[in-house]
């Protein structure tokens, strides 16, 4: 994060560790992005076809020969290129590392962990981006990741999520969208299209201006067959310049334009990462608060069942015993007949525990089988007069498996009460700190909560 954004990136970690997580672990519901995720440099994910000229492009870019280059695969890691004095850390120290955005690269195994990598420069462009340099994608017939032995597209989502901008790197000479490239489009980068760049590279070889319309021709109608959208993105149509490189005859002013951009659009991303940590905030916050209420509401509607089925267990076991004394005391001398009546009592009060017990399980089975009935219990008024109500039914859908997962393994009885002023803190953040720290990025004043106002 820039230095001018670090005070935004601070405040969303405070607001995170203060007003989110506690209610997040009460409740257990996922962890909030990781420290390193919230105020290291944006990262920018570079993938395509190999030869694509995607290394180049990052060598150029930085102004330095960081990476391997050639036209057959020459690399086969993740490269995550940051700043720092000149190194390099394997993939098992950098996931390990608390204090990097990388600990959730772990799961993917040992075989990914050994086709990882963490390259530090003392480059200026390093400061404000981290740029992720991927094994080129094979176009091969069977489109599955067994020759790499991890699964290199979900690999490639987890780093396209955590991206602020995804460059899909294409060359001339391999258009297509086969094998392994089809794969990452319909799998790792199908809802992430609002990130994606398609770049295709290498236009300084084309001989004439029909070349270059075939291979932009036969990139689009691909693409359009993998594209889960009507309309085209932009395609960035460009080259890398290369002192050596053999030149085409083609006009190349219009393609340096797309480079530079290229580069802009790298160069923004810093605001970009703000903007989108502050919505991940609001949006984290807002599924919280709608996990916590229902978990709560639960809670409260199995309590009630759990206190009436007792409240007559314990009744019938008060009346039983009273019977029996009132026995012994009407036959103080032969106290048989009250050892009896005691007796009956306790097995009342043995048998009214378990159909009490049972009557719960299944007041709780039932409450929980209807957590849409809840939602609409609780947020029936919202769903009339609220403006948007859509967003709120869409938020309930995408955490209603979530919730419902989380109350059956753990039980309703496990959670505490929703305390008035944690969901109040929470609204908050949601209400006012997210809109003050989106008037400070847009750099206007700053007006957060204080804790006289959030109580």
């Known amino acids: 994060m820039t230095p001018e954004l670090a005070p935004i990136a601070q405040r969303i970690e405070t607001l995170y560790r203060d007003a989110v997580d506690p209610v997040g672990e009460r409740f257990a519901f996922p962890r909030a992005p990781h420290a390193g995720e919230i105020g290291g440099p944006p990262m920018v994910l570079v993938i395509g076809n190999h030869s694509s000229g995607k290394s180049s492009f990052i060598n150029h870019l930085l102004g330095e020969t960081i990476q391997t280059t050639g036209l057959a695969p020459t690399d ?13 850390r394997d993939g098992r120290a950098v996931a390990s590392d608390p204090d990097l955005p990388l600990e959730g690269l772990s799961h993917f195994g040992p075989t990914f962990l050994s086709h ?56 001339p000479d391999k258009p297509g969208t086969t094998g392994e490239t089809l794969e990452v489009f319909n799998t790792a980068l199908g809802d992430l299209s609002h990130k994606l760049r398609v770049v295709m590279n290498k236009v300084d070889m084309f001989r004439s201006m029909e070349d270059f319309a075939r291979a932009y021709g036969a990139l689009c109608w691909n693409l359009a067959k993998v594209m889960a959208r009507k309309d085209l993105p932009l395609i960035y149509t460009t080259y890398t310049p290369i002192d050596d490189a053999a030149r085409g005859t083609l006009p190349l002013d219009d393609f340096d334009k797309a480079r530079r951009q290229l580069v802009d659009e790298i160069s923004e991303t810093p605001q970009r990462r703000a903007d989108t940590m502050i919505t991940r905030l609001s949006e984290h916050a807002a599924r919280l608060d709608l996990h916590a209420r229902i978990v709560d509401a639960a809670v409260f509607d199995v ?48 048998l009214g525990a378990l159909l009490a017990q049972r009557a719960v399980h299944k007041g709780s089975a039932r409450v929980m089988g209807d957590l849409n009935g809840l939602f609409e219990r609780l947020y029936g008024r919202d769903l009339l007069v609220r403006e948007h109500a859509e967003d709120l039914r869409q938020l309930w859908a995408e955490i209603r498996g979530r919730t419902a997962r989380t109350l059956k393994q753990l039980g309703p009885l496990s959670f505490p009460r929703l305390r008035r002023r944690e969901r109040k803190r929470l609204r908050d953040v949601i209400d006012q700190d997210v809109p003050a720290l989106r008037r400070t990025l847009r750099g ?11 109580r």
């Open 444 to 454: 206007g004043p700053e007006e957060t909560t204080t804790p006289e106002k959030s």
């Open 303 to 350: 309590r009630r069942i759990r206190r009436s089925a007792y409240g007559w267990v314990a009744l019938a076991g008060l009346v039983a015993f009273a019977g029996a004394a009132l026995t012994l005391l009407a036959d103080p001398i032969d106290p048989t007949r009250a050892a009896g009546a005691f007796a009956g009592a306790a097995v009342l009060c043995g």
């Open 76 to 88: 086969d890691a993740f490269t995550v290129l940051a700043y720092g004095e000149p190194g390099e």
């Open 116 to 171: 990882l990598r963490r390259r530090t420069r003392p480059i200026p462009l390093l400061r404000t981006v981290n740029l992720v340099d991927t094994p080129g994608m094979i176009d091969s017939a069977r489109g599955d990741d067994s020759g790499r032995g991890y699964d290199f597209t979900a690999a490639v989502r987890w780093f396209a999520e955590r991206a602020e901008l995804v460059l899909m790197f294409f060359d």
